[in-house]
């Protein structure tokens, strides 16, 4: 009965969400993940229930390409601005695990002329609203984000993501790289792996997912067409 009712309430607020447009959807997004998170087990509610999991490792998405740069913390902002310069794109997300390292990055790069934006949980509402709407349009063309922007948002354009710090669960890392090639299209992922930490979550993921992330030194090696669309 309680699973019910949730699904009639996320039903319904997809249909408010559709009425009031794409700001809305954001909203509904993140409200939805709330929601079903806290729904517990079936078993504890309906009689021999049948419950269906998917495989986890069958969720990254086909076309994408994923890569890992090492190097140290200390060179992690002159890497990025040097991949800037050299890949092709249409839009890049770059996550980061703090709000504050969220802010201090966004920073150096719009000092570098790159046209930036950032999103984090401490941005008032109508202002993520604000710079999702610009970011989706196509007015800024790079986003800076902590895990507030890892799901339930889509953009077209965005054909490269950069974890600029590496996840700390494989999960979030699937999230993440999943804003890149989607609607069929090519995509490329880069991680970032400057610590002995990073290195055993990146190893954590590619057995999660049953995937192979190889080491790439120069990106220009890596073929344009395999992520750029168009």
Known sequence: MLHLLCLVLVVGCLGVSVLAGEAAQFDFNTDTATLLSRLEAPGDFL???????????KLVLHGLVQRYIALEEKHKIKRLLQLLETLH??????????????????DVLKEAGNPVTSMHARLRQEERISRYSAFKSG????MVSTDLFERGVDFQRTNIVINFDVPALSDTYLHRVGRAGRFGTNGLAITFVSTEEDKALLKEIQDRFVIAIPEVEDVS???????MNG
Do not use: G, H, M, W
Request: with cysteine; proline share 2%.
């Open 89 to 106: 794109y249409n839009q890049i997300v770059i996550f980061v695990n703090k709000v504050q390292r969220c802010r201090a990055l966004a």
């Open 139 to 142: 007015e800024t063309r790079i």
């Open 47 to 57: 009689t021999d229930p049948c419950e269906i999991f998917l495989d986890a490792s």
């Open 221 to 227: 090696s890596i073929d344009r067409s395999t992520y």
